[in-house]
């Protein structure tokens, strides 16, 4: 069974980078056949899509972050990581990853997340 | 503000149906396929349908969905207060694009 689970600091001070890593069991991240994703959700708020990555390290961001975000695979233990520079109060969110199948698009496997809060 | 326009809030009584819809445009949902997913309380959104209209093993049949043009509709029958959620619609615009959220409640 896929399992993702998200891991991280919950408290980030303001300006500073938010670093997060998804634990991958059940699939590798070396296969072709998925895109990985980090979605987040404000408190009380909608999911907003950051971005993936693929396999071979190609990525898209969601233009709205896309000049704060970078993600990266750690193929040797099977993980998923997200940076987010210059974090703001308007980055405290639930952060999740999640698994898309390429072919027919189902994001099917999510983590449970991580709530991330950032402090003044 | 979110690319994918729903209602905030919906309820209806247990056994009814309900419908939730979807708007978007002709870079999103016009030329993509939709997705629908369902968050309960305090946990992660799950697949209720993808590609439009298809649903995951394990979901029932009481959830059905169509697209049409530029619109999405979610619809759920026989309700249980078990169904009482959040449901987003989502889609592929240079990215993924959720909407803004339903609030389900079942009287």
């Known amino acids: 069974q896929v399992q993702l689970k998200e891991s991280g600091p919950g408290l980030v001070k303001s300006s500073e980078t938010l670093s997060l890593t998804c634990t991958v069991f059940?699939?590798?991240?070396?296969?072709?056949?998925?895109?990985w994703s980090w979605i987040r959700q404000p408190p009380g708020k909608a999911l907003e899509w950051i971005g993936y990555?693929?396999?071979?390290?190609?990525?898209l961001y969601n233009p709205s972050l896309k000049s704060r975000v970078t993600m990266a695979l750690d193929t040797s233990r099977n993980q998923v990581s997200l940076k987010q520079t210059s974090v703001t109060a308007a980055d405290t969110a639930v952060y999740y990853c999640?698994?898309?199948?390429?072919?027919?698009?189902?994001?099917?496997?999510w983590g449970q997340g991580t709530l991330v809060t950032v402090s003044s | 503000q979110s690319v994918l326009t729903q209602p905030p809030s919906i309820s209806a009584a247990p056994g009814q149906k309900v419908t939730i819809s979807c708007s978007g445009g002709s870079s999103n949902i016009g030329n993509n396929y939709v997705s629908w997913f369902q968050q309960l309380p305090g946990t992660a959104p799950q697949v209720l349908i993808y590609?439009?209209?298809k649903r995951p093993s394990g979901i029932p049949d009481r959830f059905s969905a169509s697209k049409s043009g530029t619109s999405a509709t979610l619809g759920i029958t026989g309700l249980q207060t078990g169904d009482e959620a959040d449901y987003y619609c989502?889609?592929?615009?240079?990215?993924?694009?959720f909407g803004g959220g339903t609030k389900l409640t079942v009287l």
């Open positions: 590609d439009n209209d």
């Open positions: 059940g699939a590798s991240v070396t296969s072709g056949n998925y895109y």
């Open positions: 989502a889609t592929w615009d240079n990215g993924l694009v």
């Open positions: 990555i693929y396999y071979n390290g190609r990525t």
């Open positions: 999640a698994r898309t199948t390429i072919v027919t698009k189902l994001l099917e496997f």
